[in-house]
Every structure is written in C-alpha cells, then in structure tokens.
C-alpha cells in the first residue's frame, strides 16, 4: 500500500525504516564497545527528510543534488567532531557514528529519490529485487545448495542458492515492466540482476557487521525474522543501486 501511494506515505515509511534501524544498528555497536552517537544519527536523518519539500519536484535534479552533497558534508563532519572529546571517546565511535549515517539514512533515502522522479515505479523493482533473490535464493539453496559461498559471514548461502537468487529477482523484475512498463522491460530484467546482486552484497554487508557485533539479530521486532535491519538489508544497498542506474538509463538527471 505504502508503494503504491508513495509521496509522503513512502517517506514517512522510509524514515520510521530509518530511525529503528539506526537504534538498532547503534546497539550493535554498543555491544562491542564502541559507541557511535546516536543523537547525531537521528538528527543527520531528520535534517535529511527535511529536504523533502523543497526537492520534491522532478524539476529540480540540481537542487535535489545539491542538497544530498551539503548534508553529507554536515554529517560527516558532525561524527568526525564527536571524536574530539579524546578523553571520552576512541576513533572508533567517532568511525561508527559516520558508518551508521553513510549506511543507513543515506542509503534508505535513495527509496524516496526514486519516488521523486518520473520513473516512480522502479521503486517497486528495489523491493522485487531484493526480497525476490532472498527468496529464490533461499529455496534454491534448500533443493539444490551444495558448495558454500560465504562461510563464515553466512554458513547457509550456497553459490546455487545465489545463482537461483540472481535469475528469479530478474525474472520477478521482466514479469513487472513487462505488466507496468513495457517500454522499460528489459532495463527492469538488468535492474532485477544488479539489483538481486547488490542485495546480496547488502546481506552479507549485514552479516559481517553481526558477526563482528557478536548478535544472532539486530532486534527481536519482527517474528521469525529479527529486527529492522535483519528484514531491510538487502533493500538498503538495493536502492542507490537502483536509483543510479536509472538515472544514467532513463536519463533522470536532466542537467
């Protein structure tokens, strides 16, 4: 419903996405020691959001840009100054207070770009790709999975399961330009295979950081799947992905 109504409905999503998942990735932090400032985090995230309205005409790709550049430089520059109080902190919540911002409210606002444009509708292809080469993936490596792909980060994720991922999030991808957009079919296949591809990285991106953090999950929000950033990982590297190709296919940066 979120999707198909996109405008504020979509941001308003996208930022309660954004708000528990940085206090769920910051826990993880914590639970290794390090401590990233978290009102920093949500404030960068609502500085963010709060550029909606005065970008949120397809007109304005200068503005919309030139906005995304000033807050990244206002972010980055906010968690690098947390570290100043050496005597309190180490470089490494200074690192993870910037790592959180990069990762989270930045990478998530690119959903709403998407929705910004006048190719709303791949906002759908970001959601397909990445929760359809989990799934496919998933039942692929169940019948099929026999040769590990990454051991250590996710002992279940076979390199038949990843292949089976790839072809059914650009199948699912084909099937919905060819319903939605037929002029734009084969661009949405291509979307479906980078776009499954950079939600595998975004997977074991997640994985990684798990690991390091010691946690099974992130939280414990959503049943049988942990928290937040458990279900959105892979739709977090999914979107810029998306987003920068269209813009570079579908010729959305009209400068």
Known sequence: IVLYLGGWWLWAAALIVTLIAIYEFCKGWENMGVHPSAPIC???????FGTYPF??????PRQTMMFM?????ISVAAGMIYGWKINERGPYDSVATITTIVYIPFFVYHLVMIDMTDARLFVWIVII???????????TGYFFGKH?????????????GAIGGLVGSSLLSWVFGLVFMKDMAWVCLIL?????LAGMAGDLTASAFKRRMGIKDYGNL??????????????????????YVICLVYGLWRF
């Open 42 to 48: 949500y404030a960068a995230t609502l500085l963010l």
């Open 55 to 60: 970008t949120i005409s397809t007109d304005m």
């Open 69 to 73: 550049g000033m807050w990244l430089f």
């Open 129 to 139: 790709a990445a929760f359809a080469s989990d799934i496919f993936a998933y039942f």
């Open 148 to 160: 590990k792909m990454a051991p250590v980060l996710s002992p279940k994720k076979t390199i038949e």
């Open 192 to 196: 479906g295979l980078v776009g499954g």
């Open 222 to 243: 959503i049943p049988g799947h942990g928290g937040i950033m458990d279900r959105f990982d892979s739709v977090i590297f999914v979107a810029p992905v998306v987003y």
